[in-house]
């Protein structure tokens, strides 16, 4: 069956840092990804979309490349601050079908 | 508030009872899904509707669960006979229905945290 790995502990950084996240898939061919950021009792909000025929995306501070050779995608958080502190989950998805598989989530704490 | 809401946030019941949760979009948006997270782990897919038709449905989504969409609206999640394992988070999302299911962005609700006692 599918299974999509992200990073289990979690990840501490000193603010000003670089954070690398990633996310490993098996036995599945998504057609696209995407990166959510999720806060203690909230829903996920969505954040970045790949799709498999680019190899990165960028916005503002957040950098996010796709390998589907590797079945890799790694998610970068440049300049992080304490403020980027949350839980980020990968997610990915077909083009023929609405649902989408969801990584296990990876917590970031950014210290000052 | 225009987004994605949910009622109620947390409910506590005992196993063997029925609970059921309500789910209001984003106005406009066509598509609606439920998924469940466990502490721990990534939201799981349960259903997805357009307007209200029932598209798709995930093994998760045993018989004793229902979802019902009866006007294209709002959404609700029945469980019946509540077990200790349905403990888990409800999360409601809802998009504008794009072509491009890529670019269909999944807007999530604060979720409504059930403990089976």
């Known amino acids: 069956s599918q299974k999509i790995e992200q990073n289990s502990e979690a990840l501490n950084i000193q603010e000003g840092k670089t954070a690398t996240l990633t996310c490993n898939y098996t036995n599945y061919s998504p057609a696209y990804l995407q990166w959510y950021r999720q806060d203690p009792g909230r829903g996920p909000v969505f954040l970045l979309l790949i799709r498999e025929n680019e190899k990165e995306k960028r916005k503002e501070r957040l950098k996010v490349t796709f390998d589907t050779t590797l079945k890799q995608s790694l998610f970068h958080i440049t300049a992080s601050q304490p403020a980027d502190s949350a839980t980020y989950l990968c997610?990915?998805?077909?083009?023929?079908?609405?649902?989408?598989?969801f990584g296990t989530g990876t917590r970031l704490q950014v210290f000052p | 508030d225009t987004g994605v809401s949910q009622d109620p946030r947390h409910k506590i019941t005992k196993r063997g009872q029925n609970v059921t949760f309500r789910c209001d979009p984003i106005s406009e948006h066509n598509r609606l899904y439920w998924y469940r997270q466990t502490l721990g782990q990534g939201p799981e897919f349960l259903t997805y509707f357009q307007n209200e038709a029932q598209l798709e449905k995930s093994r998760l989504l045993s018989d004793r669960f229902s979802a019902e969409r009866p006007k294209g609206s709002f959404s609700t999640l029945e469980i019946q006979r509540t077990e200790q394992g349905d403990s888990a988070m409800y999360l409601c999302a809802s998009s504008l229905g794009f072509r491009d299911r890529a670019s269909d962005t999944q807007y999530f609700g604060p979720g409504t945290r059930l403990t089976v006692l």
């Open positions: 997610a990915l998805g077909r083009y023929n079908t609405d649902k989408l598989i």
